[in-house]
C-alpha cells in the first residue's frame, strides 16, 4: 500500500466519503488508488472554484467534511475564494493539495509556489506530509482539524514522493472536538438579563439555526418576548412553515442600525456583535446600540442549541415556541416577471425539504419574504462575500442529499465565476434547479457607487457594472455544459418551468430575465 | 483630488494606459476616478483569472506593466493563478487590490482576510498604502518594481479610505531598473568556452528570444557550431520565416536528456539549467548532462541581447546568422481534422505578425511543427503550468497590439478554466481566433497516469480525465458570451473557417474536433 492508498482508506475511515477532484500529474496516484480503495465517490470539477465551494455546500448539510484534490499551489489558488467563504461559514472541509516530490522542490521547476502561504489565510490547519509512512496519521489529524467544533478548513499537502512510495497502511480516526457545553455561568447570566425587562435581541448562528435550537430560542421568546434574529449572511438556516420564524438582518449599515435601534442588550449564540459588511464614508462599522450589553451566551465553538434550550428552561419558557411560521405558500402572480413574482412561484412550488442556495443578491429579497412561510425547508447563504459560491454550494448539497430538491437562486454576474459547475451538475446527473436572475448587471454595486459617495459617476464607471454588451445568454451556456435550459420573459412562463422542474429529476437551469 | 484619482494620475504618468478589471464596493472611487482622470483604458473581465492573465498578454507584448483592479483578498485570490504564470513570465504586472478602510479591518468582516498573505507568493513587492498621501508615491513604487528587470509582479493593496479621501495628488515617474549590462568577464568566458572544441549548447529566455537576440545568436550558431536552444516554454519568443529558428526543448524529464546527450558545456541567457517539470518515480529531476559545464552569460535581470551581441563580436562571427528559417507555408491537407492536419492550415494561413497564444497541450506539437517556417509571428506559451492562461493572454495581446492578429491555441480542458474571457473579447470587439482543440479529455493526464507509475487505472481514475460525459459544446459557450463560433470535423471544414477568421476582424472561436 503506497502513501496515496494509505490516505484514502484513512480518509474514508475516518468518515470522508467524497472527493471533490480536479488532479493533475502530481495527483495521479491519489487518482490511482480511487479503484484501489473502496469507499471513495469522486466527484470531478472543471475549475477549482467549483470544487472547493461543492465541498463547502456539502460539509454544510452532510455536516462531516468532504475532501477536495488540488494540483499544487495553482490549483489550490483557483480554489481560494470559495474556501474563504468555507471559512466564514465553519465548514468542516478537508483539502488534499499534490506538491512535487520533497526532492523535487529544490530546483524551483515552472508549477513551483509556496502552497502553505496560499493556504494559510483561509485554514485552520495546514500541514505538508513529509514522508510516506506519516502520510495517513497526517490524514487522520486533518480530518480531526476540520470537524473540530465549529468546523474549519483543514489543508495536507501530498509530496508526490509521499504518495507513491510504500507507506505502513492506514490510520485510525481520531475522537473529534465537538462543541462543548456552553458555561452554566453563561447561561445564568443570560437568565438574569431576560428578567431586567430591558429590550433584548438574541443573535443567533451555526447549529442553532436548525430545527431544535430554532425551536428553543421560540420558547424563549413567547416568555421573555426577546426579538430573535440571525445574521445577514448565515451559513446554513431552516425556515419555511412549521419552524420558528427569526428575522434576518438586512444589509446595509444604516439598516441595521435602525433595526436595532433601541435594543439595550443583545444575547450571542455562535455569532458575533452586527457590523458593517463594506466601511463607508461617514457611516459606522461597529452596529451595536450604544450602551447596549453584549452577552456570550454560546460561543462558536459551544453547544448553542444546548444553552438556547437549557437558558429555555432556566427561564421557565412555555412548551410552545413563539413566531411559528404558518404554511402560506403565494399565490401564484400572472404578467410581468421580476423578482417578486419570481420569489412568489418560488415560494408557491418550493417542496418539502428543499435546499435553497441563495446567492441571488439583489434578486433575493422577493424569493426571501415569499418563501418564508413556504414548505420547510433549508436555506444556505453567501458567507464570505466572495461571489461564485451558490453553484457550488448547490452541487455539493446536491451530493449530500440526494433525495432532496435543491433550488439554486443565483444572480447572473456572480454565476458567470463559477458557472464550469454546471458540467459536475450534468455529469452526476443532481438534482438541482438554478435561477439565474438575468439583470444584465452587477446591480448591487450601482447602489454601492453612490453610497460610497462617488458622485456623478462617468460613463466609463458605469460600464463596469454593466453586463449588457454582450448579453450573456445563460440558456447556450448551461447547454453547452449538458444542462437542460430555458429562459422565462413572463410570470407565467417562469411558473410553468419553475414547476417542472420541480417535478423532475436532475439538473436544469432557467435563465429568468427581470 | 481623492487618493484614489492620485493613484489612476501617478499609474498614467507612470506609462500604465490599461487597466484589466473586476471591481467590487472597495474599489467604487477607483472606478470613480476612470472619467475623472483621462488616459486609462478599463477593460472589464467577468472573473479575475480573466483579468490578470489579460494583464499578463498585455505586458509580454507591450513591454510594460498593465494594471489590474482586484476586490479584496477573495478577488485577488481567484487571479493568483495567472499571476503564477505571470510571475514565471516574469512580466511586468501592477496589482491594485481593494481593501477595507483602514479603521474598518479591526472588526473581521465576512470579506476580512489576509491579502499580503495571498499576493506574496506571486508579487516580487507587496504594499498596502496606509494613508491616502501615501497612495500616489505608492503607485509610483509599485509601478518603477514592476518595471525592474526583467519585469515582476507588483501587488499594491488600496484600503478604501486612502482612495476617499483628500491626497496631495500624482507623484511623478520614478526612474526604471532596466536590464544591465552583462559581465564582460562573463562575455569573456564564454567566448573562450566557444574555441575550446566542446559540444555546447546555447540555452536563450527573455527578451533575446526576440529578433534582434536571435541574429546575434545565429551569428554565434555560424561561427561556433554551437546548438541553441529555448526552454520548453517561454514568455515569448519571435519565430517563423526570415527569423533565426531555435530548437525548443521538449516537455519530459526523458526527452530532454536524450536531446542534451553528449552536451559539454552549455552557455545559458537569461534562463536556469534544465530541470522535470514534474518529478518522476525513477527518472531524473537535474537534466543537465553529468560533467558537463554550466556557463552564466547573462542573467534574467542583465541585457542578454547585447551580451549575445558581444560574444558573436568576441569569437569574430560572420555577419549572417545561421539557421534562419526560410518560408515554407504547409500544403492544405484534406479530410481528417487533427492537431496536426490542423497545424497545417494554421501554418498556411497564419499572416505576418500574428501573435499566436499557445495552450495547446498535447494538441500544440502539429501547429508547433507547421508553423515554425510560417510567415514571422510572435509565440507566447504557458509559463507556469497552471493551465487557464492561453485565451486571457491571447486577449491582453490583442489589447496591446490592436493592428495584429491574435490566435489563440487551446486544449478544450485547460480553457474551461477562464472562459469567461471570451466575453471581453466579445465586449471589446478584440481581433483574436481562438481555435479548441476539442479531444474531450485531460489528454496529458492519461499520459502521465502511465508515466507515474499509476499501472493499471481503474474506471474511476480514468474518469478524472475524461471530459465526454457531457460533451462540452463550445460553439454554445462562445456564442453564450457573444462571440462567433462555429466548429469544424473535417480539414477542410477548418480552412475554410479558420482562412476566413484570418481575413476578418474581430474575435472568433473555432471548436476543431479532433
Redesign the interface.
Known amino acids: 500500500m503506497n502513501g496515496a492508498e494509505s490516505l484514502v482508506q484513512t480518509l474514508v475511515d475516518s468518515g470522508v466519503e467524497v472527493c471533490f477532484?480536479n488532479?493533475?500529474?502530481?495527483e495521479?496516484?491519489f487518482?490511482?488508488a480511487?479503484?484501489?480503495v473502496p469507499g471513495m465517490r469522486?466527484i470531478?470539477g472543471?475549475?477549482e472554484?467549483a470544487v472547493t465551494g461543492a465541498a463547502d455546500g456539502y460539509g454544510r448539510m452532510a455536516e462531516k467534511p468532504a475532501a477536495t484534490l488540488l494540483h499544487l499551489?495553482?490549483?489550490l489558488?483557483?480554489g481560494?475564494?470559495n474556501l474563504?467563504?468555507a471559512r466564514?461559514a465553519s465548514t468542516p472541509l478537508v483539502n488534499i493539495v499534490g506538491d512535487?516530490?520533497t526532492?523535487?522542490a529544490q530546483?524551483?521547476?515552472?508549477?513551483s509556489?509556496?502552497i502553505k502561504?496560499?493556504a494559510?489565510?483561509?485554514s485552520g490547519w495546514v500541514h505538508s506530509s513529509s514522508h510516506p509512512k506519516y502520510v495517513a496519521a497526517d490524514a487522520a489529524r486533518a480530518v480531526a482539524a476540520a470537524r473540530q467544533a465549529p468546523g474549519q478548513v483543514a489543508t495536507l499537502i501530498l509530496p508526490?514522493?509521499t504518495a507513491?512510495l510504500e507507506a505502513d497502511g492506514p490510520a485510525p480516526a481520531l475522537p473529534v472536538a465537538g462543541p462543548v457545553p456552553a458555561g452554566e455561568k453563561a447561561v445564568a447570566r443570560a437568565a438574569g438579563a431576560l428578567k431586567n425587562g430591558k429590550k433584548t435581541v438574541i443573535l443567533i448562528r451555526g447549529e442553532a439555526l436548525k430545527e431544535e435550537g430554532l425551536h428553543a430560542a421560540g420558547r424563549i421568546a413567547a416568555k421573555s418576548g426577546a426579538r430573535l434574529l440571525c445574521d445577514t449572511?448565515t451559513p446554513r438556516i431552516q425556515r419555511g412553515a412549521g419552524r420558528v420564524a427569526i428575522e434576518r438582518l438586512p444589509y446595509f449599515a444604516e439598516q441595521i442600525e435602525e433595526n436595532l435601534a433601541g435594543t439595550e442588550q443583545m444575547i450571542i449564540v455562535g455569532s458575533?456583535p452586527p457590523?458593517?459588511?463594506?466601511?463607508y464614508?461617514g457611516k459606522a462599522?461597529?452596529l451595536t446600540p450604544e450602551g447596549c450589553d453584549i452577552l456570550m451566551l454560546a460561543h462558536a465553538h459551544e453547544d448553542g442549541v444546548g444553552a438556547l434550550a437549557a437558558l429555555a428552561e432556566a427561564i421557565g419558557a412555555p412548551k410552545e415556541p413563539a413566531h411559528v411560521a404558518p404554511l402560506e405558500k403565494p399565490e401564484l402572480p400572472t404578467g410581468n416577471l421580476d423578482s417578486f413574482t419570481a420569489g412568489q412561484i418560488i415560494g408557491h412550488y418550493l417542496p418539502e425539504g428543499a435546499i435553497v442556495s441563495d446567492e441571488a443578491a439583489t434578486s433575493g429579497i422577493g424569493p426571501a419574504i415569499y418563501t418564508a412561510n413556504a414548505a420547510p425547508h433549508d436555506h444556505l447563504s453567501l458567507?464570505?462575500?466572495?461571489i461564485?459560491q451558490g453553484l457550488p454550494v448547490a452541487t455539493g448539497a446536491a451530493v449530500a442529499c440526494p433525495d432532496r430538491k435543491v433550488v439554486c437562486l443565483h444572480g447572473d454576474?456572480g454565476a458567470?465565476?463559477t458557472?464550469?459547475t454546471l458540467?459536475s451538475q450534468?455529469?452526476e446527473g443532481l438534482d438541482v434547479t438554478t435561477v439565474i436572475f438575468a439583470n444584465r448587471s452587477y446591480a448591487?454595486?450601482n447602489v454601492?457607487?453612490m453610497r460610497?459617495?462617488?458622485?456623478n459617476?462617468?460613463?466609463?464607471?458605469l460600464?463596469?457594472?454593466d453586463?449588457h454588451?454582450?448579453?450573456?445568454?445563460?440558456?447556450?451556456?448551461a447547454?453547452?455544459?449538458?444542462v437542460e435550459a430555458m429562459r422565462a420573459e413572463t410570470a407565467e412562463e417562469f411558473a410553468d418551468q419553475f414547476s417542472r422542474c420541480m417535478r423532475t429529476k436532475g439538473p436544469h437551469l432557467i435563465e429568468a430575465v427581470v
Open positions: 477532484t488532479p493533475g500529474t502530481s495521479m496516484h487518482v490511482a480511487l479503484d484501489k469522486a470531478l472543471l475549475f472554484g499551489g495553482p490549483g489558488a483557483n481560494l475564494a474563504h467563504n466564514r512535487h516530490a526532492y523535487h530546483y524551483d521547476a515552472p508549477l509556489s509556496d502561504g496560499f494559510a489565510p483561509v508526490a514522493d507513491w449572511f458575533k457590523v458593517s459588511f463594506f466601511a464614508p462599522s461597529w458567507t464570505g462575500g466572495s461564485g454576474g458567470m465565476y458557472l464550469q458540467w450534468a455529469r448591487i454595486l454601492e457607487l460610497v459617495g462617488a458622485e459617476p462617468g460613463p466609463k464607471a460600464s463596469m457594472l453586463l454588451n454582450p448579453e450573456l445568454d445563460w440558456v447556450k451556456l447547454q453547452g455544459m449538458g
